[in-house]
């Protein structure tokens, strides 16, 4: 069994508690208790996610994405200093909807005439490679605006930070990468013990 099929079967046998895994995961990253999904969350997460991760699943799924991919939003200050000193590692907690064109993440910035206070407008430039490739989903065939050229992040997919800029001051860059040698390093830190704690 080869890396990848190492990769696959370890994330399959994750996304099988997938609800139970991110929620307990938020707890842990936010330092407090959540409390447990009712049957009826649960059963959403499990029905909307679990089709998505397994057509991801499949080899050489054309749906598949590498690349950089952009997002740009306003965030908070508070949410902006979490990608600051010594964070080096991210996880993506929700199905995120980024594009292969900066122009079109930029119109998502531009577009907020009037932002609230303390915001400030972020562009996220995300680099996904090889087998971090299973939680990215190019839908430009599949959207209703294909010319936005989107491609979804799934949750799970963990990030390395790799450069944060502040723009003269009103905006900034923040960007963020998963590499094969970024997976690497993440399971031999520790990680993959780190969710064995979370099993029933």
């Known amino acids: 069994m080869d890396a990848e099929e190492q990769l696959q079967a370890m994330m399959g046998a994750l996304f099988k508690n997938l ?36 057509l991801l699943s499949i080899p050489n799924s054309s749906i598949r994405f590498q690349g950089l991919t952009f997002r ?5 200050q508070d949410e902006f200093e979490c990608y600051l000193g010594d964070t080096k590692l991210v996880c993506n907690k929700a199905i995120t909807s980024t ?27 995300y680099t996904i490679e090889s087998m971090a490739a ?12 294909p010319e936005e050229e989107e491609v979804l992040l799934l949750p799970g997919l963990f990030f390395m930070v790799s450069n944060v800029q502040v723009i003269d001051q009103c905006s900034v ?16 830190s520790g990680i993959s013990s780190l969710f064995s704690l979370f099993s029933e």
Do not use: C, H
């Open 19 to 54: 609800d139970q895994v991110v929620s307990r995961a938020q707890a842990v990253q936010s330092g407090q208790q959540l409390p447990i999904l009712n049957s009826n969350e649960s059963n959403w997460a499990k029905l909307f996610l679990r089709p998505l991760y397994m």
């Open 72 to 76: 740009g939003m306003w965030i908070s």
């Open 99 to 125: 594009s292969k064109l900066r122009t079109v993440a930029q119109g998502f910035i531009d577009g907020v005439t009037d932002p609230p206070v303390g915001m400030v407008p972020a562009m996220f430039t």
């Open 134 to 145: 299973i939680y990215a989903m190019d839908i430009t065939n599949y959207s209703l605006i």
């Open 173 to 188: 860059e923040i960007e963020l990468r998963s590499t094969v040698k970024d997976m690497a390093e993440m399971m031999n």
